[in-house]
């Protein structure tokens, strides 16, 4: 089964950036959809970004522009560049894999989650 592992969270000041990372294993990484999700306390979890298998993205509204996802498909790796962070963004952020752009992100596979933490 694949396995996710995230990485780059922390703590930052409003205005700042944060890349996370999310390495996967055991799986053929460059077919599959991937994604960020985020999970803030008492809240659902939402998509923030994915990004298919030919590069296509697609993004949450209020982070276009400030966000950005990006694949290493030669490291099974999936990025995404946090910029201009603001405090309601603090969140546990998720990586997800899946099959397909459209298929459910709830049908795929989640990491364990890196929190990020903007201060104000």
């Known amino acids: 089964q694949v396995q996710l592992v995230e990485s780059g969270g922390g703590l930052v000041q409003a205005g700042g950036s944060l890349r996370l990372s999310c390495a996967a294993s055991g799986t053929t990484f460059s077919i599959n959809t991937m994604g960020w999700y985020r999970q803030a306390p008492g809240k659902q979890r939402e998509l923030v970004a994915d990004?298919?298998?030919?590069?296509?993205?697609a993004y949450e509204s209020s982070v276009k522009g400030q966000f950005t996802i990006s694949r290493d498909n030669a490291k099974n790796t999936v990025y995404l560049q946090m910029n201009c962070l603001k405090p309601e963004e603090t969140a546990v952020y998720y990586c997800n894999y899946r099959q397909g752009f459209f298929t459910p992100a709830d049908s795929g596979s989640w990491g364990q989650g890196t929190q990020v933490t903007v201060s104000s």
């Open positions: 990004i298919g298998s030919d590069g296509t993205t």
